[in-house]
């Protein structure tokens, strides 16, 4: 079965640090291009980063610059966002998607999707 399993969210302080995976099953991630989404309460999914086929980490959203990195171990078909320095406003359910394609901020181009994971920055 081809699917996406994101992890690792959790209740966290402000200024704490997170690290979310995204395991793929069913299929290797060395030829995609994955993405990292978030959705706060009440608003849309929104891109937040993306990591291409040859480990470059492009960031749309300007407030996780600096902040959030991106890695992936295409040996454990993981893909990670590395969180830190969390501020409330970084809670959200988070999304990690794939395509073949490249890095976009359009999310119609990711066509592999997992359930997300919760995080939540609070005191």
């Known amino acids: 079965q081809v699917q996406l399993v994101e992890s690792g969210g959790d209740l966290v302080q402000p200024g704490g640090s997170l690290r979310l995976s995204c395991a793929a099953s069913?299929?290797?991630?060395?030829?995609?291009?994955i993405g990292w989404f978030r959705q706060a309460p009440g608003k849309e999914r929104e891109v937040l980063s993306c990591i291409t086929v040859s480990d470059r980490t492009v960031h749309y959203l300007d407030s996780v610059k600096g902040r959030f990195s991106v890695s992936r171990d295409n040996a454990k078909r993981t893909v990670y966002l590395q969180m830190n320095s969390l501020r409330p406003e970084d809670t959200g359910v988070y999304y990690c998607?794939?395509?073949?394609?490249?890095?976009?901020?359009?999310?119609?181009?990711?066509?592999?999707w997992g359930q997300g994971t919760q995080v939540t920055v609070s005191s």
């Open positions: 069913g299929f290797a991630l060395d030829t995609y291009f």
């Open positions: 998607a794939t395509n073949q394609a490249y890095c976009s901020r359009a999310q119609s181009v990711y066509d592999k």
